[in-house]
C-alpha cells in the first residue's frame, strides 16, 4: 500500500521494540467481545489507473455545465474562475496545513485570512469579517444566533423572499432552542413588505434576516428596511443575507445602508459549483459585536523582535476554550475556500471586480429584454442584478424540459417554493452565459404553449 | 540567505493601473447600472481590494506559502487532528470537469455520476462503522456533531420523551459540549475514572429519565480505548438513553471494531482526519454522520434514494430534522474521500488502523522514559505526555515551540484538559520510520537543553519565520482589518 511507508522488516522490528509479534496484538485493549470478526464489506483495493477511469466513467456520466449553457443560479452561481486560483490552492503548504494554531508555523495561512477579512469587510461596508463559516445557509442561522445572544431576545424574522435551503438551515438551528422563526411577507414588487415588518417588530423582535438580492434576485432597498426598524433598544440587529457575493461590487454595501451583520456565500469568488459544495460562509459585522461573533478572527501582533505577524485571536469565544458557553460550535470552517476568494479578489482588483458585476448586470438585462419581446414579463419590477423571475407561458416544468432538449441548463421552478406563482421561473445570466445561447432560449421559451 | 522573504500585505503592494485578469469578451450592450439601481448602485469602488499584475499575485502567494509548515514537508503529529498524508490523486480526481463543474439544482437525470459517488461513500461509511444509514450533509465535524445530536433530539420529542442533559465526559473536545448546547441541552460533565476510561459506577449513579444520551470519543483523547464500551451503552439505553460516539479518532479503529457493534446508535466521521482529504489551513472538511435505522427517519433531507432507474434526492421526509446545509454538503471533498477508500479498499484500510497504531505505540515506547506519561494505560493512535519532570522552569509551551527548531511541527498542547501540561502526539500510519526517530531524538535533544540550557528553550523558536507572537495584546487591542498607516 503505497500511503503506508513501513516495510514488512521495519514494521517486524518496531514491533519486537515494543515486545509484540504480530500487528494484532496492539490492540489487546479492545475488548475481545467488540472486536469484528469478519473482513470490512468493502470492495478490493483499487490501482490508480483503474481508479482514474472509474471516476472519469462517474464524470461523464453527469451532464455539467461545461460547454452547456445554463440559466440556473439560486444560490450557486457560474462564474469563471482564473487559472493562478487553482495553481496557488495546489501548493501543498497551504492545502496539507492545518488550523493555525501554532502561528509561527503559519503566517502564510494567518496573513491571507488577515487580507480575506480586509477585503470582504470593505465590501461589505462592515468592520469586521470573520475567517469562513461552511456555507451561506448556516451564516444565516449564525447570524440569528448572534442576534439573539446581543439583543437576548427569542423571536428572529426571516423574510420569506430569503432563499429556502437558507430559511430550512435557520430552522433547524433554532428550532430546538426555543427561538421563535416567524416569516416576513413580500410585497408585488418583490421587496421585503415594509408595513408587515413594522407591525411584527412592534412586538419585540432580536433579528431581522433579508436576502440582498433576495431569492427572486431583486435587489433590496435595505435604507429602507433599516429606517422601518424601531431605535434604542428596541431595534433588532439587521442582517443582510448575499448569496451572490459579486454583488457587492456593485450594489451599495449593506454595512453603509443601516445593516449590523452581513453575511452569506461568496464561493463566486474563485470557487467551482462543485455540485453545491465546498462553499465559503462569511459573517461580516460591527465592532461592537465582535466578542458574540462565530468562528474564526485573525488579528495583527508584534513577534519578540517587534516585527509584524498574525495569529488567531479573540478565542476565548470559541468552542476550544469556552466548552459549551462558545459563539458556536464551529472549529474546522472553510479555510481553502477562504484562499481561493483571497487570490481571486487580488486577481481582479477593485476595477475588474466591478466591471464583472456589470457585465453579469448586463448580460442578466439583456435576456430580460429578450424574453420581454417574446411575451414573458418578469414577476417583478424592481431592480435585479444577475437573476430575475418571470412568469412563464407555459409551466416550469415544460421549461426545463424544452431547455434540456436543446442542451441547455434551464432555470429554477419557482411553483414548489412559493405555490403562488404556477408559472413563476428563476432565470441567471453570468459573464459565461453566451449571447447566443439567450436569444435561443428566448425562442424556446417564447414558443411553448 | 533566510528561506523566508519579508512579505507585505496586498494593500501594500496595490499599484493602480495593473491587471491580473482579463475578462471575457463583450457580447452584450452594457447595462447603465445607474439608471436601473439609481441610488441602490455602488457609490465608490471597493477600495481595499488590490491592483496587481498575475505575476504580483502569484509571488506573493507563493512567499506566503512558504512561511506555512505541512504534512508535504514533513511530521505534523498534532493530537486528535490525524494529519496523515493527503494523495495527490484525490486532488486530481475532484477537480474533473463532470464533477467540479456541476450545479447543484441540476435535473437528478443529469447528475447520476455525482449521485454514484454519494451512495458508494454513503455505503462504505456505513460499513466502516457498522451502521445503518447515513447523510454526507454536515460540512466539517462540529456541524456533524450538531445534526447526531439534533437526530437524537428528534427521535425523543417524536415520542414525546422529553430530555435535558447529555452527559459528556471531561476528556472530550470542547465541539461536544458546544454542539449539545447549540441543541438546547445542559450538558453534565462526567469524570473520567483513574484508567482515563468513563467510570461506569458514576454514570449509572447519574443515568436517568432525564438524559438524552451520551457522548463519547472512541478511542477517548487519551488514546485510550472504553474497555467498558458495550457496559456503558447497555446503562445509558437502559434509561431510554442514545449514545453518540465522536469519530475523531476513528483512524484507530478501522476494521478493527466498530461503533455500531457496541451499540451505539450515531456518529459522526471527520473525512478530513480518517479519509485523508486535506485540512486546507483549517477546511473545508466534511463531518457526514451515520446511524442506526431508529434515527433514520430524522436525518437532514434530502435523502439519496436508489430506485431501478437509478438515483434522486427524496425531499419528501416528514420528520427530518431539517436541512443543515444550502445543498448536500462538502461534495468535492466526499470525492477525495471516496476515492481514498477504493485506493486502500477494506484491507488496506484495516492496516492503515494497524499502522497508526504501530507508530503511535513505538513513539510511546521510545519516548516514555523521556517524557512522563499522562496516564499509565494501553494507547492506540495517539499518547498524551504530561510536563511532569520538565527541568528549570521549562514549560510544555516551550517545549513545543523548541521542535520547531528542530524542523517539526508541535504535537497538540494544554490538551486533554485532565492531563497536566498536555503533549498530545498522534504520528499517524503515513509516517515513515525514520521520520519517527528523527522526532525522538529531538525531543530528547531539547531535553538535554531544558538542563543545560533552559533559556535557549524558553525562548524559542529561533529559526522560524516569526519569533514568539504577542497574543495578549493581539486580543486585548484587536486590529482585524488592514488601515493604512
Redesign the interface.
Known sequence: MRYLPQSPEEIRAMLDVLGLSRAEDLFASVPEEVRLKAPLDLPAAVPECDLVERFIGRSSRNRSLTCRPSFLGAGAYAHFVPSVVNHVLLRSEFYTAYTPYQPELAQGTLQAIFEFQTMMADLCGMEVCNASLYDGASAAAEAALLAARVKKGRKVLVARSLHPAYREVVRTYLGRLDLDVEELPFGSDGRLDLAALKERVASGAAAVLVGQPNFFGVVEDVGAVAGALPEGAERPLLAAVVTEALSLALLEPPGRQGADVVCGEARSFGLPLGYGGPNLGFLAARKAHVRQMPGRLVGETKDHLGRRGFVLTLTTREQHIRREKATSNICTNQGLCMLAAVVYLALMGRKNLRELALRNLSKAEYLKARLKGKGITPLFSSPTFNEFAVTLKGTPEQASEALRKAQMVGGLDLSSPYPEFPRGYLLCATEQTPREAMDRAAEILGGLP | MSRFLE?P???EKDRPG????C??T??????D?EA????????E????????S?VD??R??????????????GL?P?GS?T?????K?N???A?????????????DR?????L??LWTLER?LC??SGMDACSLQP?????G??TGV?LI?AYHEDRADRREVVLIPDSA???N????????YR?EEIRSGPDGCVDVQALRARMGSDVAGIMLTVPNTLG??E?N??EVCEVVHAQGGQVYVDGANLNA??????PG??GADVMHI?L?KTF?T????????AGPVACKAHLEPFL??PVLVKEDGGFRWDHDRPKS?????????????L?RAL?Y????????????S??A???A??LR??LKDHLALGFD????HEVVFCDKGLPNGVTTLDL??RL?DYGF??PTVY?PLIVHGAIMVEPT?????EELDRFVEAVKAILAEAASDPEKVK?A?HE????????V???RN?????TPR
Not at chain 2, 495593473?18 to 485578469?21: D, E, I, K, M, S
Not at chain 2, 469602488?45 to 496587481?52: D, G, M, N, T
Not at chain 2, 494505560?377 to 492506540?380: D, E, K, S, W
Open positions: 512579505e500585505l496586498l494593500f495593473r491587471v491580473g485578469v475578462l471575457c463583450k457580447d452584450v450592450p452594457t447595462a447600472a436601473l439601481l439609481g441610488p441602490l448602485a455602488r457609490k469602488l471597493p477600495a481595499r481590494l488590490p491592483e496587481l498575475e499575485v502569484i506573493h502567494f507563493t512567499r506566503l506559502s512558504l512561511m506555512n509548515y505541512a504534512v508535504d514537508y505534523y498534532l487532528c494529519m496523515k498524508y493527503n494523495p490523486i486532488e486530481d480526481v477537480r474533473l470537469e463532470g464533477l467540479a463543474n456541476l450545479h447543484p439544482l441540476q435535473d443529469d447528475a447520476q455520476g455525482a454514484e459517488i462504505a460499513a466502516v460540512a466539517a465535524g462540529a456541524q456533531e450538531f439534533q433530539r473536545h470542547g465541539t459540549p458546544a454542539s449539545s448546547h447549540m441543541s438546547g450538558v485510550i480505548f474497555r464500551i458495550r479503529l478501522m476494521g478493527i471494531t466498530r457493534d457496541w471527520n478530513h485523508s486535506p485540512h486546507g489551513g483549517g477546511g473545508p472538511g437532514p433531507r430534522i431539517g436541512k443543515v446545509h444550502a445543498f448536500y454538503g462538502n461534495f468535492l471533498v470525492v476515492a477508500i477504493e485506493t486502500m479498499g477494506g484491507e488496506g484500510l484495516k492496516a492503515a494497524q499502522m497504531v504501530l507508530n505505540n513505538y515506547a521510545r494505560g494501553p494507547t492506540l513545543a515551540k520547531i511541527h508541535p490538551f500510519e503515513t509516517e515513515p520510520r525562548g523558536p522560524a519565520f516569526r519569533r514568539r507572537l504577542d497574543e495584546s493581539a486580543a484587536p486590529v482585524l482589518t488592514y
